[in-house]
């Protein structure tokens, strides 16, 4: 078997991240428009899923490492499971069915990933599919699920390695760089010594790495608001319906902004209203998200599975009511950390912590956690309809995994030239999902009739 024997530090840190209360789970969906039969689900899984040696693996920590260990008894029935909804269930039930799935915690005794073939949705089926996160991140599963795909012109099914990247993946920034250099630290000071000027600007890379670190550290623990509560481990699972991304485009460039500057400034217009509504006192106030961004810069290791991201601490001024005066706010501080290293220390911070004893551990994700209310994730999908087994996808959403004390996540993926946003959340902290996410649509809403209007001012 090709699989590889031990899991990198950031890989093995997803790993000992599970808890009851929050399972280390990606949860995705996919809704087909017709009906899928799950033998032929079994047999592309089989075929393609199960090309990397990896899923017939199952993670075993050790000490201060962890490995994959080939599962004896695998069998892919175990994996591939059929499940009946109500007569005429609706959004509703299968939300139900994907809120109860994310709060009940895998078998340690097998592979950590599992299919649920839903039979008979809408006249059609979905496929809820679990994987824990320590098998690969966001970016790297979108292409394996993309793998079922019937490989239609446009819709892209590279092979996928499930290798890793034993030379950088653990490596801090600075060292990271000398080795995709290709020279060693002599060679890089013999280097330095003949460019004067080059030197200067790795001393200046240092110290701006080591101000990041310093200022990471030292953040606040996050605002105080409903979202900030003990969790129950019960985790309830809301989409709304898909918004056009065109029109996002066209507002984006209509203001000078980025797409994500206006998908991120409509999410926090909605989580202050809801705080709002909550009772929060949320004037002038600003919450973080910890935002992963993916440091997989040659196209070649978007192929490769395993965890190779880092995060942001992005500040969500929900406070501001206003969506352009919102908007202008965002871009600002999404501006401000494109040019900051703060993605590459923190995932040098988690390669670290991998390295560590697991009672240690625990408390460091429990200083991160602290200092975010939620995750918010955006991936790229297809840009065209894809087809599984024959039957086309109508839909596709995903929701990260949410660590520490965090129990609230907010998902943006783009798929066939729509953006879908999903919400999961613990029960304690959103009862009722949907409410946040239909907020998140409305708050887009306002600001396009804001640009409709030429952009006057809309009361709050």
Not at 45 to 51: I, M
């Amino acid at each position: 078997m090709n699989a590889p024997e031990r899991l990198s530090g950031v890989d093995r840190v997803w790993l000992l991240m599970e808890r009851p209360t929050n399972p280390m789970t990606i949860l995705g969906l996919i809704i087909l428009e017709g009906r899928l039969d799950r033998t032929r689900l079994r047999d592309l899984v089989t075929e393609r899923f199960l090309r990397f040696d990896r899923f017939r693996c199952i993670p075993v920590a050790n000490g201060n490492s962890a490995d994959w260990i080939a599962s004896e008894r695998f069998d892919v029935d175990d994996h591939v499971l059929r499940v009946a909804l109500p007569g005429r269930a609706g959004q509703h039930e299968l939300e139900a069915l994907a809120g109860e799935l994310a709060s009940t915690q895998m078998n340690p005794a097998r592979p950590l990933w599992a299919f649920h073939l839903v039979e008979h949705y809408r006249g059609g089926s979905a496929i809820i599919v679990r994987i824990h996160h320590c098998y690969a991140d966001g970016i790297a599963l979108v292409q394996v699920l993309l793998s079922l795909g019937d490989g239609e012109p446009g819709i892209p099914a590279p092979p996928l390695s499930d290798a890793v990247d034993v030379a950088t993946g653990d490596l801090p920034w600075g060292l990271e760089r000398v080795v995709r250099e290709g020279a060693d630290l002599i060679q890089k000071g013999l280097h330095y010594a003949l460019h004067p000027v080059q030197s200067q600007t790795a001393l200046q890379d240092a110290i701006k790495m080591a101000g990041e670190l310093a200022r990471i550290a030292t953040l606040s623990d996050d605002a105080p608001t409903r979202l900030k509560q003990p969790l129950t481990g019960f985790r309830r699972v809301a989409w709304a319906a898909p918004i056009s991304l065109a029109e996002v485009k066209t507002i984006a460039k209509l203001l000078g902004c980025t797409v994500n500057d206006v998908l991120v400034s409509s999410l926090a217009g909605a989580l202050g209203r809801y705080l709002k509504s909550q009772g929060d006192d949320i004037a002038g106030l600003k919450i973080r998200a910890t935002v992963p961004v993916s440091l997989r810069s040659d196209p070649g290791e978007q192929l490769t599975l395993g965890n190779r991201f880092g995060l942001l601490f992005l500040e969500l001024p929900i406070g501001i009511f206003h969506p352009l005066e919102r908007l202008y706010a965002v871009h600002a501080t999404m501006q401000t950390l494109k040019h900051s290293p703060q993605a590459l220390v923190v995932l040098g911070l988690l390669a670290a912590i991998g390295s560590l004893p697991a009672a240690v551990e625990e408390p460091l994700v429990a200083l991160f956690s602290a200092k975010a209310s939620l995750v918010a994730s955006n991936l790229p999908g297809p840009t065209q309809q894809l087809r599984i087994g024959g039957v086309g996808v109508s839909q596709v959403l995903f929701w990260v995994p949410q660590s520490g004390s965090i129990g609230t996540g907010v998902s943006m993926l783009t798929y066939n030239g729509q953006v879908q946003f999903g919400v999961i959340a613990d029960r304690q902290l959103v009862p009722k999902p949907a409410e946040l996410v239909e907020l998140i649509v409305t708050e887009f809403e306002r600001l396009v009739f804001l640009v409709l209007l030429g952009a006057g001012s809309l009361a709050a």
